[in-house]
Nanobody, 130 residues
Framework: QVHLVEFGGGLVQAGGSLRLSCTASGVTFSSLGMGWFRQADGQEREFVAAISRTGADTVYADSVKGRFTISRINAGNTVYLQMNSLKPEDTAVYYC???????????????????????WGQGTQVTVSS
């Protein structure tokens, strides 16, 4: 049974920073491609960032490029999302997701699609006040 658990959400003022983490269990973490998505109230889930199983490849949504950084430590079964210069429009529930076929070749278009991902965490709330 694969479990993904997110940590690190909370309330922060605009311009502040938060670091989200997501820990996986029940699976060989180094085989997984990983992604972060978010969903604001009344809106569809949207892609934020993704990282290949080795960490060599990363992809970001235009809205977070230059502010957010995705990284992973395979030995610790954890993927991170460092979020800097936060804006009120970043307010959402953030979800981590895992692609169990991470060893397969993935295009950027693949990595940004929620359809690629097989496992999802329960989400963590991030609220940015103005």
């Amino acid at each position: 049974q694969v479990h993904l658990v997110e940590f690190g959400g909370g309330l922060v003022q605009a311009g502040g920073s938060l670091r989200l983490s997501c820990t996986a269990s029940g699976v060989t973490f180094s085989s997984l491609g990983m992604g972060w998505f978010r969903q604001a109230d009344g809106q569809e889930r949207e892609f934020v960032a993704a990282i290949s199983r080795t960490g060599a490849d990363t992809v970001y949504a235009d809205s977070v490029k230059g502010r957010f950084t995705i990284s992973r430590i395979n030995a610790g079964n954890t993927v991170y999302l460092q979020m800097n210069s936060l804006k009120p429009e970043d307010t959402a529930v953030y979800y981590c997701a895992a692609d169990r076929w991470g060893a397969h070749s993935r295009t950027t278009r693949d990595m940004i699609s929620p359809l690629l991902y097989d496992y999802w965490g329960q989400g963590t709330q991030v609220t940015v006040s103005s």
